[in-house]
């Protein structure tokens, strides 16, 4: 797109929010949209912080400002309302964003220094898999007209989509999917844009086609679950608010927690066994379990099976 006049945000527009997106779209081109996509919604994230700072022009971005929002970022994944992976995506942003209007990497920092290392395998079973708590949040979520939250994390614990691929999912075109073929092929929203080149198939059974069923009646005429009058970083920051707000109360965390229980149950679907997260030890030979997480892989969208641990507990 290019630099479009004056010195304000290094040139790349009056408003911080629209030159981190002009620079990102220099810097990929006209292709990597899904990781422009997700770059520009957490560069909102700092632009607010940098507001609330008093600055409004990336010029006067300094390593304070960055090594500040990180702490900021750290108070939040101590205090639970975030976990550390994320956390480290929006430091990871700011670099880049950072990098790409100024042209430096002067005021690049280290997610892991500041908001800590990710937890690369889970030890605790997720909160999610008993349904009878999840159940008792949803029914509040619908007792206060969150119908579309609610829908999406039905859609999260039973196909284990992310956050962004349970919202932009065609709920109605994934019905016909599930009931002609008995599976779903997850493909909006992907991380890294891999839906279009790469199938995703998840299995279906009938507690999923009635919980695709609702979802299609909540979606309506709509293309998914982001409600229209809505911009998808208005309906993120609205349906986390209201998930923490809602979900604390009943001991869930946050909605990735509901994608780890869809792996569990799907390890034990497999393999026979609980996964190695819940029981605390790997309970079947190896060759089954790297079966099985080859399969967990597929469907949870990952390219490398040793992410699946994160999920399901440790292979040894």
């Known amino acids: 797109m290019g630099k479009i006049g004056g010195r304000r945000n290094f040139g790349y527009g009056k408003q911080m929010a629209w030159a ?22 957490r560069w909102q994230r700092f632009v607010a912080f940098a507001r609330e700072a008093g600055i409004r022009d990336a010029r006067q971005v300094d390593r304070e400002l960055v090594t500040a929002y990180g702490r900021h970022l750290a108070d939040q994944v101590r205090q639970g309302q975030m976990t ?10 700011v670099n880049v964003v950072l990098e790409a209007l100024r042209g430096d990497r002067r005021l690049r920092v280290s997610p892991a220094a500041l908001v800590g290392q990710r937890a690369h395998v889970r030890s605790t079973a997720p909160a999610g898999l008993e349904r009878e708590r999840l159940e008792r949040v949803l029914q509040e979520l619908k007792g206060r007209d969150e119908t579309r939250i609610a829908a999406m994390a039905d859609l999260a614990r039973e196909l284990g989509p992310r956050f962004r691929e349970a919202s932009l999912l065609d ?38 086609l009635w919980i695709l069923t609702r979802a299609a009646e909540v979606q309506g005429e709509g293309r998914n679950l982001v409600p229209g009058a809505m911009s998808f970083s208005q309906w993120k920051a609205h ?13 869930l965390r946050g909605f990735h927690d509901l994608r780890a229980a869809y792996a569990c149950e799907r390890y034990r679907q497999l393999t ?4 190695p997260a819940v029981a605390g030890r790997r309970s079947v030979d190896k060759m089954t379990d790297r079966a099985a997480r080859q399969v967990i892989s597929r469907e949870l969208g990952h390219g490398r099976i040793e992410v699946v641990a994160a999920y399901v507990g440790s292979a040894r």
């Open 20 to 41: 981190g997106k002009n620079a990102l779209a220099d810097r990929y081109g006209g292709g990597r949209y899904a990781t422009r996509a997700a770059h520009a919604e």
């Open 84 to 93: 550390v992976s994320y956390a480290q995506n929006l430091l990871s942003t």
């Open 171 to 208: 709920a109605r075109g994934a019905l016909v999917q599930a009931r002609h073929l008995g599976r779903v092929n997850i493909t909006e929203g992907t991380k890294g844009g891999r839906g279009r080149e790469v199938d995703r198939w998840v299995p279906v059974t009938e507690r999923v």
């Open 239 to 251: 349906a986390y608010h209201v998930w923490s707000s809602v979900a604390g109360q009943h001991g």
């Open 272 to 275: 026979g066994a609980v996964a």
